[in-house]
């Protein structure tokens, strides 16, 4: 399940758990934003990391640019990255036994 953000996420697993549904046996989750909450040992939750301090810095910049002068439109891809915990199936502290 991807949830799009972390505390979505988060509610989510204590919901499976409330529920009696492993994770991530019978139900791998997937949040977005790599909340330091989802790093927590008790949370280990999986998560979309779209690198907030690169993007800023990016942002700046074209802003800057802007203020400079240019005038033609830039596009900039910034691609997010997996982090990968307990919660996704197949997660590496997953293939090692560890919760």
């Known amino acids: 399940m991807f949830c799009w953000s972390?505390?979505?996420?988060?509610?989510l697993l204590s919901l499976a758990m409330e529920m009696g549904v492993r994770v991530p046996e019978d139900l791998a989750v997937i949040g977005y934003d790599n909340s330091s909450t989802a790093a927590l040992g008790l949370v280990n939750l999986a998560s979309i990391d779209q690198s907030g301090r690169e993007l800023g810095?990016?942002?700046?910049?074209?802003?800057?640019?802007?203020?400079e002068g240019r005038g033609a439109a830039e596009h900039i891809l910034q691609i997010p990255s997996l982090v990968s915990r307990n919660s996704l199936a197949g997660s590496e502290d997953t293939k090692q036994g560890r919760r």
């Open 6 to 11: 972390d505390l979505d996420a988060i509610t």
């Open 57 to 67: 810095q990016v942002a700046t910049r074209a802003l800057i640019s802007r203020i």
